[in-house]
């Protein structure tokens, strides 16, 4: 009842450390991979498929979603919602989602016919979007590609929502890229793009 504070101190300290980094090591798992939830745990579902298929064993967790609280607490409740430049493609094409956040999915509409373009970045929605457009002002570029085929060389005007935020977590970036190119199937993007996952493999040599 009153060992002293040394007490196997080496040995507690080495058990509190492999609990703390080995966790995911039970029932036989070499590694973890973190996703994003999904309704219906679709994709733990087809990591856990793809997985069981290869000869490794990883262990798949999905994060939890955003909380209450992080969704109700607001640390500046009277921040405008939008910027004050006016060539900001989110804001002034009343876009959805802030465009100065970095590490995002985003999506641009065509404002004439609705067909979508989908893509991810470490960059904000402010800085893609601009890129985009000034490759629609040169000529290149998927929307300039859209505007040959759909609309006869007219260029349309497009407005850029953000539709997710990861941060500096590009895998996740990516999967949550790919997952909404496969579900939507966006008209602009490339068909080779709607079955091509950047979901990284583990292949046997």
Known sequence: MYRERKWKY???EKKKRDKHDNWYRKGGCQSVLFIPATPDSRLKKRCEA???NSTFNIRVIEK??????DSLQRSDPFRSKKCNREDCPVCYMSGKGRCDQLGITYEIICRQCGDKYI???SKNAY????EHLSSLENHRGPLWQHCLEKHGSVKQTF???KTGSYGNDCMMRQIAESVQIENEK???NSKDEWNFVYMPRATVI
């Not at 939890?64 to 609280?69: F, H, I, N, T």
């Open 119 to 121: 893509g991810q970045t």
């Open 127 to 130: 800085v893609r979007g601009r």
């Open 186 to 188: 966006p008209a602009m």
């Open 50 to 52: 793809e997985i069981r």
């Open 10 to 12: 080496e040995e507690r």
């Open 64 to 69: 939890a979603g955003r909380s209450l609280k």
């Open 159 to 161: 407005q850029v929502n």
